[in-house]
């Protein structure tokens, strides 16, 4: 028998033993893998979000006539180990696309094994800029603003001030060296004549505070830029507060608004950094409004960034396969050029030109209200905004 | 840097020097008394920050002496429980089993807090009364910095006292001597091993509880704490309390200044010394167990070890017709069985196979060599980047895959040669020290290695870039490799590698040069899990800094422990096993983590000759 009889004859089988209503509630499988336990505190919110999200497509009676079902998987944080889960999921789980992960060498690993197994794969939350510009592919769209975008948001604050001397504080891997490089960048091309850096790599996680921050201070700088979260964020504010390191200095820290980060912090949080993050607690657009009220009643707990991210992701994926009307792979990567999502931060758009969604953040100053770190006089700070002229990410793209 | 601030720096270096030091002194203390390289002890550490945490939460910022104080107890109670229930069960397995075990408990711990805390960072509050600031001169010291400072000291001389001075402190020095000794002088050596793990594990719960003013109690503190007590309690000179000191106070300073140097231009050459702080620890140990191989205050071992273990005689037996029939039938399944199965099957195996030649090469050090390596993820990494490196510059696909092995090879010719002087636990550590150092280079050296991404698209040619083709390749390479380290296990060379093993002093009286021979063996294992990870390369298709680091080397010890040190099959069984375990718990359980452990602590508590260990076991029950 040939290969095409056999085809042929499988699916005269299959047409004769399955109704089309049974056909109709097979569901279409999104893959989905992530590295819940290393960044637990992000993606456990995250995984909620995709569930309100995933229930509510399925309750309005789900995509192309059929119900969305999410395939999860934990790549354990490395990027050997997502590329195996990733071919579990698209060998046996015979997923329509592949989404999520978190750290950028991870998702720089999937978006290369899509590229090789042609697949989509929506980038959820890997802030690298590589994914789009370096190492783009056909394949590959990401959510997130990038590191690029983020830092960009900060910058004109930061070039406001005129301050000479800037001392930067970063962990030391892709994340904090891209936020170093474009915060130079940025600040050299708008700031004053004779700017200086004074830079303080720190090993990821394993910041020491003490000898870190003495040498900030001995540096005397004008003001200070940083891009730590987590406990190396938390060690930096309490030494830094209690060494006077902030005192008179203005503070800008990439990502420090994020609930994630800052509600550790508790009253501790610093005062007057300006910040980019998620001021989950005042933002009152109506399309907010209604994921806050349906992620309290199905969670009975306050969304963090982490949960955005991941509705939105699904959003996303609901969005591609409903404008494709199918799922394969050509059609959903065509209908992800230029497509547009409806996400709490509103409507976002999968730029056709280097697959970079134009999903903002907000931009504000940290404040301390009833004992818990809040972001006030934010304003959102719409992706589309802060991203480079298209014939520079042209140039920075190999990929079509 | 002014001197004002260098002074600054120093005194700064002294708080982290005494919180590195009150880590350190409880490992220390284990290790000089029952020889166990206790993994758990970061773990123990994560545990004490966690319990002060709650207990804190509970009652008030008040309470933070007493919660501390509560913390220690509860780590010293944890690790008796521990020491009691399992460890003691492993005092007659090969050494390294229990470094398995207390592996388990690492997982289990893990998840366990994950369960019981959540996944946020817990930040503890400010101690009252030490919130403050100390002013001296143009120094600005935390309160609670200068309370560690002397914290730190204090326990040294307690503990100084402790074991010099009284009657259970003599009963230690002489258990840490020679056991056997004391048991045969009638020291009730069961209750000591006891004792000294409670202590040991309060200390580390202590350190960690101390540490909450400074650090959130979060999920991620326990490897790099168990990574910085090792280096110190090594560089210090095992069993040394003195030592761990003066090790802590080493290391804190060199990296204050590091910190404190920033980037200074050398003979017009601009050096990041910030940067340096990610290896900072490991420098300085790979420095100083090359000019002293036992450490600052460690001993020389009067005698060199004689270990004869009958049953890693198994390793070198001639194989039978039963054994040929054997690989036989497992070469066939092995390969059979991927083929029917689903296509994933073939990854997940192409996955085994790959750990398969890393553990294999592995056992020919640890179970031929009687040469423990902490690091042998290097020689698997360099191969991978190597060969990564080849396929970029545009090699030939056989080219590149034959370079990783080779680099690979010079690499570790060039580390064991420093390695091979040292003995036991120092040499292991010295090649984690090694293996630091080649991670932070792929870490950190954007241009080349692509940093701590790592590079991307090194998929195989295109008749191999299929799954099930890819797959059958790596089980002929494999097949091939392994059988070539068995020739080379059972040939002459393999009767000398275990001639120095057994007896370094009998060795070197037939004619065979001991260090030589043992840095030939380090070499060849180096080639070979070089092999493994220009093999993994292709597999995945990128490759990045996690490929060498710590992890993947205490895998590769795991997998090989699991399977048997002593079993010609076994870097196959627990290879397979471990792999085959890890993907179906992680997609079945939440909490596979914890899972994990307690499926590895069973059967190492069930077969302490692991897999293998078992299977002769059962052999020899049927005859």
């Keep these: 028998m040939s290969r095409r009889l056999c085809t042929a004859a499988a699916a005269l089988v299959l047409a004769?033993?399955?109704?089309?209503?049974?056909?109709?509630?097979?569901?279409?499988?999104?893959?989905?893998?992530?590295?819940?336990?290393?960044?637990?505190?992000?993606?456990?919110?995250?995984?909620?979000?995709?569930?309100?999200?995933?229930?509510?497509?399925?309750?309005?009676?789900?995509?192309?006539?059929?119900?969305?079902?999410?395939?999860?998987?934990?790549?354990?944080?490395?990027?050997?180990?997502?590329?195996?889960?990733?071919?579990?999921?698209?060998?046996?789980?015979?997923?329509?696309?592949?989404?999520?992960?978190?750290?950028?060498?991870?998702?720089?690993?999937?978006?290369?094994?899509?590229?090789?197994?042609?697949?989509?794969?929506?980038?959820?939350?890997?802030?690298?800029?590589?994914?789009?510009?370096?190492?783009?592919?056909?394949?590959?769209?990401?959510?997130?603003?990038?590191?690029?975008?983020?830092?960009?948001?900060?910058?004109?604050?930061?070039?406001?001030?005129?301050?000479?001397?800037?001392?930067?504080?970063?962990?030391?891997?892709?994340?904090?060296?891209?936020?170093?490089?474009a915060f130079k960048q940025q600040m050299t091309a708008r700031a004053p004549a004779g700017i200086e850096f004074i830079e303080f790599p720190v090993p990821l996680g394993k910041i020491d505070p003490g000898p870190t921050v003495q040498a900030m201070l001995d540096a005397k700088p004008d003001a200070i830029f940083s891009s730590l979260f987590g406990a190396d964020l938390a060690r930096f504010v309490r030494e830094g507060e209690l060494r006077g390191l902030f005192k008179d200095r203005p503070v800008f820290n990439l990502l420090g608004g994020e609930p994630e980060y800052l509600d550790p912090l508790k009253d501790e949080a610093p005062v007057g950094w300006w910040v980019t993050g998620y001021p989950w607690y005042s933002l009152d657009t109506p399309a907010h409004q209604r994921f806050l009220k349906a992620y309290e009643a199905r969670f009975h707990d306050y969304p963090r960034l982490g949960a955005v991210v991941g509705y939105s992701t699904v959003k996303t994926a609901a969005a591609a396969l409903r404008k494709a009307g199918s799922t394969d792979t050509a059609k959903l990567v065509a209908a992800m050029q230029d497509l547009d999502v409806d996400t709490p931060f509103g409507i976002v758009r999968y730029r056709a030109l280097d697959h970079q969604s134009t999903m903002g953040a907000f931009v504000g100053r940290t404040a301390v209200k009833d004992g818990k770190g809040v972001m006030v006089d934010w304003h959102y700070a719409d992706g589309k905004d802060y991203l480079p002229p298209d014939a520079i990410v042209r140039k920075l793209r190999p990929a079509p | 840097m002014t001197l004002a601030a260098l002074a600054a720096q120093l005194v700064n270096g002294l708080a982290s020097a005494s919180a590195l030091f009150l880590l350190a002194a409880g490992l220390t203390l284990i290790f000089g008394v029952t020889r166990i390289v206790n993994f758990a002890h970061g773990s123990l550490y994560m545990v004490g920050a966690y319990g002060a945490w709650a207990l804190v939460d509970r009652f008030g910022p008040a309470s933070f002496w007493a919660a501390v104080a509560a913390a220690t107890l509860l780590g010293a109670v944890l690790g008796a429980l521990a020491e009691r229930g399992v460890l003691r069960r492993l005092y007659d397995a090969p050494e390294m089993l229990q470094l398995t075990a207390t592996f388990a408990f690492v997982l289990i711990t893990r998840d366990a807090l994950l369960w019981l805390f959540g996944a946020e960072d817990r930040l503890g509050p400010r101690v009252p009364g030490l919130a403050g600031t100390l002013t001296l001169g143009p120094l600005t010291l935390p309160q609670y910095d200068a309370v560690l400072v002397v914290a730190g000291p204090l326990v040294l001389v307690a503990l100084t006292l402790l074991v010099r001075r009284t009657r259970f402190g003599l009963y230690v020095r002489a258990a840490a001597e020679n056991r056997v000794v004391a048991g045969a002088l009638g020291i009730d050596e069961a209750r000591l091993f006891t004792l000294v793990f409670a202590l040991g594990a309060g200390l580390a719960a202590l350190a960690g509880a101390l540490q909450l003013p400074r650090e959130p109690a979060n999920l991620a503190m326990d490897l790099p704490a168990v990574a910085d007590a090792f280096v110190v309690t090594v560089v210090g000179g095992l069993g040394s309390i003195p030592g761990a000191f003066v090790a802590a106070l080493l290391i804190a300073e060199v990296k204050a200044l590091c910190i404190g140097l920033g980037t200074q231009t050398i003979g017009g050459v601009p050096i990041a010394f910030p940067q340096l702080t990610l290896v900072a620890e490991f420098a300085v140990m790979a420095v100083v167990l090359t000019l002293r191989p036992q450490g600052l205050f460690g001993r020389v071992a009067t005698a060199l070890p004689t270990t004869t273990l009958p049953e890693q005689r198994a390793l070198v037996a001639r194989g039978g017709?039963?054994?040929?029939?054997?690989?036989?039938?497992?070469?066939?399944?092995?390969?059979?069985?991927?083929?029917?199965?689903?296509?994933?099957?073939?990854?997940?195996?192409?996955?085994?196979?790959?750990?398969?030649?890393?553990?294999?090469?592995?056992?020919?050090?640890?179970?031929?060599?009687?040469?423990?390596?902490?690091?042998?993820?290097?020689?698997?990494?360099?191969?991978?980047?190597?060969?990564?490196?080849?396929?970029?510059?545009?090699?030939?696909?056989?080219?590149?895959?034959?370079?990783?092995?080779?680099?690979?090879?010079?690499?570790?010719?060039?580390?064991?040669?420093?390695?091979?002087?040292?003995?036991?636990?120092?040499?292991?550590?010295?090649?984690?020290?090694?293996?630091?150092?080649?991670?932070?280079?792929?870490?950190?050296?954007?241009?080349?290695?692509?940093?701590?991404?790592?590079?991307?698209?090194?998929?195989?040619?295109?008749?191999?870039?299929?799954?099930?083709?890819?797959?059958?390749?790596?089980?002929?390479?494999?097949?091939?490799?392994?059988?070539?380290?068995?020739?080379?296990?059972?040939?002459?060379?393999?009767?000398?590698?275990?001639?120095?093993?057994?007896?370094?002093?009998?060795?070197?009286?037939?004619?065979?040069?001991?260090?030589?021979?043992?840095?030939?063996?380090?070499?060849?294992?180096?080639?070979?899990?070089?092999?493994?990870?220009?093999?993994?390369?292709?597999?995945?298709?990128?490759?990045?800094?996690?490929?060498?680091?710590?992890?993947?080397?205490?895998?590769?010890?795991?997998?090989?422990?699991?399977?048997?040190?002593?079993?010609?099959?076994?870097?196959?069984?627990?290879?397979?096993?471990?792999?085959?375990?890890?993907?179906?718990?992680?997609?079945?359980?939440?909490?596979?983590?914890?899972?994990?452990?307690?499926?590895?602590?069973?059967?190492?508590?069930?077969?302490?000759?692991?897999?293998?260990g078992a299977w002769q076991w059962l052999r020899a029950r049927s005859r």
């Design chain 2, 321 to 612: 017709r039963a054994t040929l029939l054997a690989a036989a039938a497992i070469a066939l399944v092995g390969i059979a069985g991927p083929l029917l199965a689903d296509e994933y099957v073939r990854v997940l195996a192409t996955d085994i196979l790959v750990a398969t030649l890393f553990a294999a090469s592995l056992q020919w050090l640890l179970g031929t060599g009687g040469l423990t390596s902490f690091g042998h993820a290097a020689y698997f990494g360099v191969g991978a980047y190597a060969a990564a490196l080849a396929a970029r510059h545009g090699w030939p696909f056989a080219a590149a895959l034959a370079w990783g092995p080779l680099a690979a090879l010079v690499w570790a010719a060039l580390c064991g040669w420093f390695a091979v002087r040292s003995h036991g636990v120092y040499l292991a550590m010295l090649t984690l020290a090694f293996a630091q150092i080649t991670w932070a280079a792929a870490f950190q050296w954007d241009a080349v290695t692509g940093g701590s991404n790592g590079l991307f698209g090194l998929w195989p040619p295109a008749w191999l870039a299929d799954r099930t083709r890819y797959f059958l390749f790596t089980a002929v390479v494999v097949g091939g490799a392994w059988s070539g380290l068995r020739a080379i296990t059972r040939g002459r060379f393999g009767y000398a590698v275990r001639a120095t093993r057994d007896s370094p002093l009998r060795a070197a009286a037939s004619g065979i040069p001991v260090r030589h021979t043992q840095w030939r063996a380090f070499v060849i294992a180096g080639g070979f899990a070089g092999l493994a990870g220009a093999l993994y390369t292709f597999a995945k298709g990128s490759i990045g800094p996690d490929a060498l680091a710590i992890p993947r080397s205490v895998d590769a010890i795991v997998m090989v422990l699991l399977g048997g040190l002593a079993s010609w099959f076994g870097p196959l069984a627990g290879a397979g096993v471990f792999t085959w375990l890890q993907d179906t718990l992680a997609r079945t359980f939440d909490y596979w983590r914890a899972a994990l452990g307690a499926l590895i602590l069973a059967i190492v508590l069930l077969f302490p000759g692991g897999i293998g």
């Design chain 1, 16 to 181: 004769l033993s399955a109704s089309p209503a049974a056909l109709a509630q097979q569901p279409i499988k999104l893959g989905e893998l992530n590295s819940y336990k290393q960044f637990a505190a992000f993606l456990d919110p995250y995984k909620n979000g995709m569930q309100l999200a995933l229930e509510e497509i399925n309750a309005a009676g789900g995509v192309l006539g059929r119900p969305l079902a999410i395939v999860s998987r934990d790549d354990n944080g490395t990027p050997g180990d997502a590329v195996r889960v990733a071919e579990e999921l698209l060998t046996r789980e015979n997923v329509a696309l592949l989404m999520g992960t978190f750290p950028s060498n991870v998702g720089l690993a999937v978006a290369d094994l899509a590229k090789q197994r042609k697949v989509l794969f929506i980038a959820a939350e890997p802030l690298t800029d590589k994914i789009v510009w370096e190492n783009g592919n056909a394949y590959t769209f990401r959510l997130r603003a990038s590191t690029y975008m983020q830092t960009a948001m900060l910058v004109p604050e930061a070039a406001k001030l005129n301050k000479k001397r800037w001392a930067i504080v970063y962990p030391n891997y892709e994340y904090g060296t891209a936020a170093t490089t």
